[in-house]
């Protein structure tokens, strides 16, 4: 069959991309029935807008089968329309919308609410849906996980004139104590105290000096700005 125009090749191309996809698709948290009307409510609620139609003569056909309502275009059904699935995806992680199913087996419709989320893994038991709940994460979690630290104590592992300060916990016991001691003397020479116990490390290169004098108090500026005229505008601003 001959292509004689951009829409059949467009077309062409669809038809093609979808019927020669990967046999492993994505698993999504939502039944390709429910497509419809998720869209609907998607629509209803504005948090999308239907795509510009590359197609006009092909708008409202609606009782063709490989009719899609999104692209309102004849290429693929509303129920395999991937992109409309991954848009509600990214909506779903961005926490506009919750996916929710109701407890009706039958039907296993999704709708969209707020609230807490509540995911949904579809089962190969006729269609039914397994519900877990998720709770929200405690406020000390939103600033990045909280590292506990023991106290520690000093401790010096020199065998010679030079000191070895090093630190242990201050929580162990009296014989974990020593027995941690007496490890880390047996394996001194793994750790380094100056640059000069580092091979082949030139201490020239190591060793950052600044040009400040000797003896001279250090004295703090005033913070610099650039352009501090501009300042009451970009608060206004």
Same mark, same amino acid.
């Given at each position: 069959?001959s292509?004689d125009?951009?829409?059949q090749?467009?077309r062409?191309?669809?038809?093609r991309?979808?019927?020669t996809?990967?046999?492993?698709?994505?698993?999504?948290?939502f039944?390709?029935?429910d497509?419809p009307?998720?869209l609907?409510?998607?629509?209803?609620?504005?948090l999308?807008?239907?795509?510009?139609?590359?197609?006009?003569?092909?708008?409202?056909?609606v009782?063709?089968?490989?009719?899609?309502k999104?692209?309102?275009?004849?290429s693929?059904?509303i129920?395999k329309?991937?992109? +409309?699935? !991954?848009?509600?995806?990214?909506? %779903?992680?961005?926490r $506009?919308?919750? @996916?929710?199913? =109701?407890d009706?087996?039958q039907?296993?419709?999704a709708t969209?609410?707020?609230?807490?989320?509540?995911?949904?893994s579809?089962?190969?038991?006729?269609?039914?849906?397994?519900?877990l709940?998720?709770?929200?994460?405690?406020p000390?979690?939103?600033?990045?996980?909280?590292v506990t630290?023991?106290?520690?104590?000093?401790?010096?592992?020199?065998?010679?004139?030079?000191?070895?300060?090093?630190?242990?916990?201050?929580?162990?016991?009296l014989?974990e104590?020593?027995?941690y001691?007496k490890l +880390?003397? !047996?394996y001194?020479?793994?750790? %380094?105290?100056?640059? $000069?116990?580092? @091979?082949g490390? =030139?201490p020239n290169?190591?060793?950052?000096?600044?040009?400040?004098?000797k003896?001279?108090?250090?004295?703090?500026?005033?913070?610099?700005r650039?352009?501090?005229?501009?300042?009451?505008?970009?608060?206004?601003?």
């Open positions: 069959e292509i125009s951009w829409e090749l467009e062409e191309f669809l038809n991309f979808y019927s996809r990967r046999t492993e698709q994505k698993v999504y948290l039944l390709d029935a497509m009307k998720m609907e409510q998607l629509l209803k609620l504005q999308i807008e239907l795509p510009e139609c590359k197609r006009p003569e092909e708008m409202g056909k009782d063709d089968p490989n009719y899609c999104y692209h309102r275009i004849i693929h059904p129920q329309c991937f992109v +409309l699935k !991954e848009l509600i995806m990214k909506l %779903a992680k961005e $506009k919308i919750d @996916l929710n199913f =109701n009706v087996v039907s296993n419709i969209f609410s707020y609230g807490l989320p509540i995911c949904m579809p089962t190969t038991k006729q269609g039914a849906n397994t519900m709940m998720v709770d929200e994460a405690p000390a979690l939103e600033d990045g996980v909280q630290v023991d106290e520690l104590k000093e401790t010096d592992l020199r065998t010679t004139e030079e000191p070895r300060p090093t630190f242990i916990s201050a929580l162990l016991t014989e104590g020593e027995g001691l +880390l003397v !047996e001194k020479d793994v750790f %380094a105290w100056t640059y $000069k116990e580092m @091979l490390l =030139n290169i190591a060793l950052h000096h600044l040009t400040v004098k003896g001279v108090c250090p004295v703090k500026q005033a913070q610099r650039f352009r501090p005229e501009l300042i009451p505008q970009i608060e206004i601003e």
